[in-house]
T-cell receptor, first 109, second 114 residues
Framework: RKEVEQDPGPFNVPEGATVAFNCTYSNSASQSFFWYRQDCRKEPKLLMSVYSSGNEDGRFTAQLNRASQYISLLIRDSKLSDSATYLCVLGTSYGKLTFGQGTILTVHP | NAGVTQTPKFRVLKTGQSMTLLCAQDMNHEYMYWYRQDPGMGLRLIHYSVGEGTTAKGEVPDGYNVSRLKKQNFLLGLESAAPSQTSVYFC?????????????FGPGTRLTVL
């Protein structure tokens, strides 16, 4: 079983739609949780960290359920510029990161 | 402030050739990492360093060596390249290893081994 599992998609949604991505993880020792964004042929960039209490950054909301080992990302009012691959990422010792395979999102007019 | 830079950006090797990928960061970060990314897979950690003069193995270290002689540089070497090492290689750095320290990535090196 992969350490981090994501639905690879692709998700194709119209502008203005709300879309949700889910991620499950198997390593209960994971210390920190993130969503990274990766544009085509570019490097990953941090979108947001995910905290146990849940957190929101503008149109983006992230949730963490440690008991179920489940992380989610909600994007409201999708923009064309949100088209990218979204990576679910776990942090462990020494700052090491474990990446999911990513979920592809395409927002169309 | 260039952040994290990688050289070269692209490279084509023949099986058995050797090469070194250079990663440089100007943010005075202690921690540096090398990842590879293959189609349909997440990034996988090859090697990492927790400070100048230190290196450690990650998830997929076989076939690679690394060195961190200067704090700002982290080198990844392929002694005898194999087609299975065709991949996109990303370097990253972070200030520390605290739970929510952000990793900053370089633009990547696209390597093809024929």
């Amino acid at each position: 079983r992969k350490e981090v599992e994501q639905d690879p998609g692709p998700f194709n949604v119209p502008e203005g739609a709300t879309v949700a991505f889910n991620c499950t993880y198997s390593n209960s020792a994971s210390q920190s949780f993130f969503w990274y964004r990766q544009d085509c042929r570019k490097e990953p960039k941090l979108l947001m960290s995910v905290y146990s209490s849940g957190n929101e950054d503008g149109r983006f909301t992230a949730q963490l359920n440690r008991a179920s080992q489940y992380i989610s990302l909600l994007i409201r009012d999708s923009k064309l510029s949100d088209s990218a691959t979204y990576l679910c990422v776990l942090g462990t010792s020494y700052g090491k990161l474990t990446f999911g395979q990513g979920t592809i999102l395409t927002v169309h007019p | 402030n260039a952040g994290v830079t990688q050289t070269p950006k692209f490279r084509v090797l023949k099986t058995g050739q050797s090469m070194t990928l250079l990663c440089a960061q100007d943010m005075n970060h202690e921690y540096m990492y090398w990842y590879r990314q293959d189609p349909g897979m997440g990034l996988r950690l090859i090697h990492y360093s927790v400070g100048e003069g230190t290196t450690a193995k990650g998830e997929v270290p076989d076939g690679y060596n690394v060195s961190r002689l200067k704090k700002q540089n982290f080198l990844l070497g392929l002694e005898s390249a194999a087609p299975s090492q065709t991949s996109v290689y990303f370097c990253a750095s972070s200030l520390g290893s605290g739970a929510y320290n952000e990793q900053f990535f370089g633009p990547g090196t696209r390597l093809t081994v024929l």
